[in-house]
Nanobody, 115 residues
């Protein structure tokens, strides 16, 4: 089982990025997933998650209204659409998938918001 996260990069404040997290191996139907992020010198923090295949969605207060978590039609990819990005959103973003009772983490993708 592998999770491949990508889509990060350098963006100006107010810009947008879309992160993706693609599962390979035995994962073919993601029902529980989350995004986390870790800024330099800080602990990893939760950003967003969905359960029940998207029926229950929740966001950290700092990103609510700006970020959207979703699942692809093929059900083996998780997305994080990030709009109105701020410098404080700069971090390495990680996806996490719960499958078969076990957690799986992606390798992280760097997001830098700077002018």
């Amino acid at each position: 089982v592998q999770l491949q996260a990508c889509g990060g990069g350098l963006v100006q404040p107010g810009g947008s990025l879309r992160l993706s997290c693609a599962a390979s191996g035995t994962i073919n139907n993601i029902n529980v997933a989350a995004w986390y992020r870790q800024a330099p010198g800080k602990e990893r923090e939760w950003v967003a998650n969905f359960n029940g295949g998207g029926k229950i969605i929740d966001y950290a207060g700092s990103v609510k209204g700006r970020f959207t978590i979703s699942r692809g039609n093929a059900r083996n990819t998780v997305y994080l659409q990030m709009n109105s990005l701020k410098p404080e959103d700069t971090a390495v973003y990680y996806c996490k998938v719960l499958y078969g009772g076990a957690p799986y983490w992606g390798q992280g993708t760097q997001v830098t918001v700077s002018s």
